[in-house]
């Protein structure tokens, strides 16, 4: 099933007149003097896959305990689809939980840990074999129906887990670290399929993660935070392309950030003076910041062209260096060279013909070059 014109064209935060499904006012969480959610505040959209990305200790998992009420704010109002959930117990709440650990039970069998939660429910025997039915279907597990969980691979009690958290149709799924105990191929591919679920299923998922390629795969939006504080919230391709801050640009993919002072601002741009070492960026972004003022120029390794000799063209900013060090990884080549003695600058290459030699090698002097609007100008 194709989602991505689907996908594509989903973007409710871009109306104004758009109502949040869930929505963060102002809160506050404090444990003792710790203060791990700080005056957040934060709108997502029904049927948005929304990610909350950071490093440990940031406050993604707090904010999400807090939705699904194991928590309570310190101060501030958390909303969903228009209740305020103040006072409402998470058994009470229409949100469901996936974690890292599976919490499978051990003694029963597939079909009977996605029943449980509706037999706590007492919800009627059709009505749950029903449901346990379409779950199987729906995560790919009707095979394994009659298995016990220690019976099963890692991908498959992960799919058993989702089953069970979309059983009892919570408004709102939440998923925490859901895929960190999965090896790399396999967590890839379910990344995909439960897109594909999201999709199916019209609900609004909210995942919290601290790895970068897996938030920038499955959400709509992601909210990167750090010490208790959201510093972006955007689509993958705007984070990762326009970052808002030195934070931002460093912790979403790789990056090369040069220190750098505005030189001069005009019509057509900004020309920036590199410190270590001295040369010159042109780039046709305007920027708030005053000449003389100190800047950090946000450059991708993807966006940087390694030549031996010098590029053609006018516009095309390039500076000397010395190749030190080469990692082949298959698809791509990552260069590290050497601008100065304290100055590196990464670029990464496509592998687009078989060739196992490098046509550059260790040590070799060359040009790196990028395009005006290859990178951005950060002030913060």
Request: hydrophobic fraction near 40%; charged fraction near 25%.
């Amino acid at each position: 099933m194709s989602i991505g014109p689907v996908r594509r064209d989903f973007t409710p935060w871009e109306d104004p007149s758009a109502i949040p499904f869930i929505e963060f006012r102002n809160v506050t969480k404090r444990f003792g003097d710790f203060v791990a959610v700080k005056n957040l505040s934060l709108k997502v959209y029904e049927r948005e896959f929304f990610a909350l990305l950071g490093g440990s200790g940031c406050g993604k998992t707090t904010l999400m305990r807090m939705l699904a009420g194991f928590e309570n704010p310190s101060e501030g109002q958390i909303l969903l689809d228009g209740q305020d959930l103040a006072g409402v117990p998470p058994f009470r709440r229409p949100t469901n939980m996936m974690f890292q650990s599976y919490a499978l039970f051990p003694h029963m069998s597939v079909e009977a840990n996605i029943a449980f939660g509706l037999k706590q429910d007492n919800i009627a025997k059709t009505e749950i074999d029903a449901r346990v039915k379409e779950m199987l279907r729906l995560t790919k597990l009707e095979a394994f129906a009659k298995r016990k969980p220690h019976q099963l691979s890692g991908g498959q009690r992960q799919r058993v887990a989702l089953a069970r958290s979309l059983a009892k149709r919570p408004k709102v799924l939440l998923l925490d670290e859901p895929l960190g105990a999965l090896d790399r191929k396999l967590r890839e591919e379910t990344q995909f399929e439960l897109m594909n679920l999201q999709e199916e299923l019209k609900m609004t998922f909210l995942i919290v993660t601290h790895d970068q390629e897996e938030a920038m795969t499955v959400a709509d939006r992601i909210a990167v935070m750090d010490a208790g504080e959201i510093v972006q919230v955007s689509t993958p391709a705007e984070i990762y392309e326009t970052p808002s801050c030195k934070f931002v640009a460093d912790f979403i993919g790789d990056i090369n950030l040069i220190e750098a002072t505005v030189l001069e601002k005009h019509a057509g741009g900004t020309r920036l003076q590199a410190s270590d070492p001295e040369f010159l960026i042109d780039t046709d972004q305007q920027t708030a910041a005053t000449e003389g003022e100190q800047v950090w120029f946000a450059l991708r390794p993807e966006k940087v062209r390694i030549n031996h000799g010098s590029p053609s063209g006018e516009s095309v900013n390039q500076s000397k260096a010395l190749v030190w060090d080469i990692a082949y990884m298959g698809d791509v080549s990552i260069f590290h060279s050497r601008l100065s003695e304290s100055k590196t600058m990464r670029s990464t290459v496509a592998n687009v013909t078989r060739t196992v030699e490098q046509p550059i090698s260790w040590d070799d002097e060359v040009t790196l070059s990028w395009e005006r609007n290859a990178g951005v100008i950060l002030t913060s």
